[in-house]
């Protein structure tokens, strides 16, 4: 199956500063990258769809100045959380669709842990 | 947009056959379903998908009855690696599907 790769894994950052997440699909091109949140023992959460060239779509509630998402590319997507705070501290998941290996299936990255201290 | 129902939790012991239903009432003609496993603090994984009958891969099956209501994941002999969260998701290929999660199944597998 396709292959989503998220970076870093696990992150730790003071309260204020801002944090990159990179989500790289490795062997197809993502047309379409979503970005989730999740809480602990919850479902996943949509935060914002990104189509590569465009302007994310973010879901209501979410504040697009505070989550930054960029889709640069048809293999990069980043999530940037400005100004961090303790209640952003989450687990963090993108996915990606698009190409033929890809089809119709969304891939999903390995997660990305942020701790705002 | 289907809207999905599972069983919020299950248990299991290594060796036995698991079937997770999901009941997808509203399903679209155009819609297929997709599961996913997600262990805690990981992505989802994919494990299958389906559109009609039923689908075998190397690691589960899924049916799928004629009206496409529900559809039922079936993990041949399960392992204590096989607890994990399972999520049904039903939408159309690609074009402007977002993928919505439910609260997914809790599956616990016992020694």
């Known amino acids: 199956g396709a292959v989503v790769s998220q970076h870093p894994s696990r992150v730790i950052c003071k309260s204020g500063t801002s944090v990159k997440i990179e989500c790289r699909s490795l062997?197809?091109?993502?047309?379409?990258m979503f970005w989730y949140r999740q809480f602990p023992k919850k479902s996943l959460m949509l935060m914002a769809t990104?189509?590569?060239?465009?302007?994310?779509?973010?879901e209501q509630g979410v504040e697009k100045d505070k989550f930054l998402i960029n889709h640069a590319s048809l293999t990069l997507s980043t999530l940037t959380v400005t100004s961090a705070h303790p209640e952003d501290s989450s687990f963090y998941i993108c996915?990606?669709?698009?190409?033929?290996?890809?089809?119709?299936?969304?891939?999903f990255g390995e997660g990305s842990w942020l701790t705002v201290v | 947009l289907a809207k999905t129902t599972q069983p919020i939790s299950m248990d299991s012991y290594e060796g036995q056959e698991v079937n997770i239903t999901c009941s997808h009432n509203?399903?679209?003609?155009?819609?297929?379903i997709t599961w996913y496993q997600q262990f805690p603090s990981q992505g989802p994984r994919f494990i299958i998908q389906?559109?009609?009958t039923k689908v075998t891969n190397e690691v589960a099956s899924l049916f799928i009855p004629a009206d496409r209501k529900s559809s039922t994941l079936s993990l041949p002999r399960v392992s204590l690696s096989d607890t994990a969260v399972y999520y049904c998701?039903?939408?159309?290929?690609?074009?402007?599907?977002?993928?919505?999660f439910g609260r997914g199944t809790s599956l616990i597998v016992h020694p």
């Open positions: 996915s990606a669709r698009g190409g033929q290996v890809s089809g119709n299936t969304i891939y």
């Open positions: 062997d197809f091109q993502a047309t379409t």
């Open positions: 990104s189509n590569e060239g465009s302007k994310a779509t973010y």
């Open positions: 509203n399903i679209a003609t155009n819609d297929y």
């Open positions: 389906g559109y009609k």
């Open positions: 998701l039903v939408g159309p290929s690609g074009g402007s599907y977002i993928p919505t």
